[in-house]
């Protein structure tokens, strides 16, 4: 059974900080690309950090400089460091697993992110 679960969501402040974990199990993991997406009330979910199973890793331009993704293969874990965090990241954030050879997709149920003062 695979299981996609995602933590360390909360509240926080304009200018602080947070990191996100997505553990992975039931997949090989160091055979997927891991990412983070979003979704924000009324948008619709988007791309914002990803990395490869070869390690390459891309930004969506608006968190590019402040957000960092990485993984640890020997844990099953992928990472979101989040920094300067603004209100406009405040949104669902949801961990995906993707293995394209195989068109393999999972999803996580989602961890909440608020950043307000």
């Known amino acids: 059974q695979v299981r996609v679960v995602e933590s360390g969501g909360g509240l926080v402040q304009p200018g602080g900080s947070l990191r996100l974990s997505c553990a992975a199990s039931?997949?090989?993991?160091?055979?997927?690309?891991m990412g983070w997406y979003r979704q924000a009330p009324g948008k619709q979910r988007e791309m914002v950090a990803r990395i490869t199973s070869g390690g390459s890793t891309n930004y969506a331009e608006s968190v590019k400089g402040r957000f960092t993704i990485s993984r640890d293969n020997a844990k099953n874990t992928v990472y979101l460091q989040m920094n300067s965090l603004k209100p406009e990241d405040t949104a669902v954030y949801y961990c995906?697993?993707?293995?394209?050879?195989?068109?393999?997709?999972?999803w996580g149920q989602g961890t909440q992110v608020t950043v307000s003062s």
């Open positions: 995906n697993a993707a293995f394209e050879l195989a068109k393999l997709d999972y």
């Open positions: 039931g997949i090989s993991f160091s055979r997927y690309a």
